[in-house]
Every structure is written in C-alpha cells, then in structure tokens.
C-alpha cells in the first residue's frame, strides 16, 4: 500500500486566495483525520471522520475552514480565504476504527503571503 | 483544555548510548498514550503505545514507562543510532472522548557520532 497521500506538498498562495488541500487515506481505513502542526501550537486534531461523517470539528479555526468527505478514498480541507497566519504543514491521517495507530501522510507544508 | 508536555526539548546522545524522553501529561482521565516519532519532512509515525491499566511495555529497542501517580510517560531507546534522530512526540487519548489525541510539543533527538 502506499500509504496515506497528500497533495499537494507544497503550496504558497496570496492572502485571500482559496487552497484545498487533498487527502487519499489508506484503502479500508474508515477513520480519516486533519491535523495542523505549527512551532507555536504543535500538533492539532482540526476534524476526524468516520465512514465518511464527520464527527469531530471542534479544531476547525473558524468558518473559512471546511472539509469534506465525499466517499471513502478521498477528502479535502479547503480554507477560504487563506490567512498569513494559516501558514503551518497540514496533516492527513487515516485508520481502521477498530485500531490504535493512525498513519500520518507526509503533509502539505502551506505558507500564506 | 488540557494539554500534554510543556516545552520542546533537545536531547543528544552519543551513538550506542540509551536515550530517555520524558513527557508530562494533565488529563487524569487518559487511559491511553501513544508516542511518535517523527523525522524531517515527513509525517509522524507510531512507535509504541501502552494503556493505563500496564505500567510498561516493550518493543524492538524501545520501552514505554507509564508513571499514573505523577502523570508521566517515558520512553527509552536503547543502543541509540543515528537513525533514531527525530522529533518525538507523546499523544494521550481518553477514550471517553472518542479520538481526539492530545499531541505534546515534542522533543527533538539527536545522535551524535
């Protein structure tokens, strides 16, 4: 299996411009997780799903944060619009409900100017 | 809310010694505790994980200490190499609140030669 992917891996926008960001969680993982990581703020849980509902956005920044799921092998975080201060490497993480271990994918790094 | 850790440290050892990273953790109710281990560029990825009801577990090379009484979590790597330089970090989940891990800010490994 390839693992969990994201895409993509780097993105620079202006402020104001929408980004999406794209996940591909693991085949038969039905647990799929948005994280941001910053130096200040490390690692944060932004929403997690499960079988494609969300059930978790107490994360979410705030409403120019949105994310979705639309079938089982893919989601998008989409922030519009994009803030300087949204800079920061935005994870996507997958499992199967039932296990512990989460696999992280290997992140889009976000940098807002 | 609660968090785990406080700060992120640097730890070096010198090549073939022992390593022990710490981690503190506020969430009395957490009864389940991961530590990661991620490397430059690339998402976190598991290690080891104990619950509540064990005090230590052992893996390859590695052994998590769980310290209920004082809220803390160790994670010893024996016969350190080089490879093992990375940002570790601990992340605790009460299952009480679904899947929610707590990540701590982390310490940084490195391995001197």
């Known amino acids: 299996d390839a693992g969990v992917i994201q895409s993509p891996r780097h993105e620079v926008t202006e402020m104001g411009q929408e980004v999406t960001l794209r996940c591909k969680p693991i085949s038969g993982h039905n647990s799929l997780f948005w994280y941001r990581q910053t130096m200040m703020r490390g690692l944060e849980l932004l929403i997690y799903f499960n079988n494609n509902v969300p059930i978790d956005d107490s994360g979410m920044p705030e409403d120019r944060f949105s994310a979705k799921m639309p079938n089982a092998s893919f989601s998008t975080l989409k922030i519009q619009p994009s803030e300087p201060r949204d800079s920061a490497v935005y994870f996507c993480?997958?499992?199967?409900?039932?296990?512990?271990?989460?696999?992280f994918g290997q992140g889009t790094r976000l940098t807002v100017v | 809310g609660e968090s785990v850790g406080l700060h992120l440290p640097t730890l070096s050892v010198q090549e073939g010694d022992n390593s022990i990273i710490n981690c503190a953790y506020s969430n009395s109710a957490s009864d389940y505790f991961i530590w990661y281990k991620q490397e430059s560029g690339k998402g976190p990825q598991f290690i080891i994980d104990i619950r509540s009801n064990m005090d230590k577990r052992q893996g390859q090379r590695v052994t998590v200490l769980l310290n209920k009484t004082v809220k803390h979590l160790s994670l010893q790597i024996a016969a350190t190499q080089p490879g093992d330089s990375a940002v570790y970090f601990c992340a605790e989940n009460s299952f009480g609140y679904g899947q929610n891990f707590v990540f701590g800010p982390g310490t940084r490994l490195s391995v001197l030669p």
């Open positions: 993480a997958s499992k199967k409900t039932v296990d512990n271990e989460a696999f």
